[in-house]
């Protein structure tokens, strides 16, 4: 291996971002990024290579795991919960306070686990000193109820939404998503999980006792200065924020305790704009068994999964199959260490793979649609576009009809650079990929999807369709890249 890249705060806001790639040079300048050396690098180019990062910091695994709290309902009768946004104080390094923002506590927020086919009631509040907005990333609800820039909650208000859990079982998120702040809020703590569940989720037989073998694991990259706090305009890139620092459910340093069974990590891509590639330090496989809006037919085993801003993938590792007595840890694409396990001797719980999951389905006559929506994503910085245009609160971009399936082809335009992946998400649908320049997706990515990572000069093809009606945004889920302007707004009616 080269030499790691490890580079101040200061030296942050030159560095490109995650997912770019330069796919413009030259066999010869090709360089694997996972060693490349930093001052190499900076001679060759002065804009830098897009293909580096700041590597994260290893964990040292002296805390352990923290688990989000299931949130209770408001009472026994009605399934209405409360979810405040709010700013406080947490103390994320001994001894120091970081000023954080969360739902309904000091830093990120509950779980929030509904059930397919009840109706739930949310009272959103805004205790925050800024306007924010609520929305539930992958639910399937109306325009009305999705929380995007024009559902603006401000500062000591609140607005209750009601809506039918239509779509199955999954692992969401929620954040906040006003305009100009949406990526500020989230780095600096606004997001929570969503669980559904469903018949065939609870009659699967999979691990799924939440805190003990069934984990969600929010992955977010920071910058922390020398007080310890997260300055976001200090901390800013225009391509995309990203930090040296790990945080998993909020917790540095983390380290998780398992016994020796079967583990379902659902893992979530929270970051701003950092890519992460799962896999095991012992290069063990493991299995995914769920994308982004719910299970695949049947699992799929793999050395790695990499995840984009905002996208899920549900894993399970069997640990009463490794071999313990090695350090087992689950590291990223660069061998950092993200979280160490600590195997105990306890056998734990007899859950199982079943091989068939779901009944997801690509049928003849979506394959043949024809496409009637083109989306072109293009340039970096804060030069980024959609069809060559900046997000516009009052422009309409596309109109779908409710219902109706179109296929949605989306390409990545490169620049002289090369250009960068840029992760494109559609607000309020679970899609299905079609292709990927032509060619089937990856086995592992034949489930319904909402969030996808497209790379430069790759076109894919999308069958989307929206239950309800409303306006919807789509956008490139690096934040930064959402607030300079890549996003539009699709109206279904
Ligand atoms: Cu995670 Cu516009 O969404
Ligand atoms: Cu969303
Ligand atoms: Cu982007």
Redesign the pocket.
Known sequence: MGIKIKISALAISILVISGCSNTNSQPDEEMDHSTMDMDDDMKENEHMSHDEVVSLNDSTGENELKIPSMLKPDNEEGVVYTVRAQEGKTEIFDGIETTTYGYNGTFLGPMLRLEKGETVKIRTINDLQEDTTF?W??LEVSGEEDG?PHSVIKPGEENIIEFKVAQEASTL?F?P?PVGK?AEQVYNGLAGLIYIEDENSKSLGLPGDYGKNDFPLIFQDKTFDDKKQMNYSAAMNEDGTIGDTLLINGTLNSKLTVNKEKVRLRLLNGSNARNFTFKLNTGDSFVQIATDGGFLNEPVTLKEVTLTP?ERAEIVVDFSQLNTANDLALVNEDGSVLLPFEVSDQSGMNSSIPTEMNNFSLTEEEMNLPVTKKVELFGMMDQVTINGMKFDPNRIDFTQEQGVTEVWEIYNKPDEMGGMNHPF?I?GTQFKILSRDGKEPAENERGWKD?ISIKPDETVKIAVQFKHKGVY?F?C?ILEH?ENGM?GQVKVE
């Open positions: 929305h990333h992958g995007g998120w954040h998503h949406t905002s998400h607000h969030s945004m956008h889920h959402e996003m």
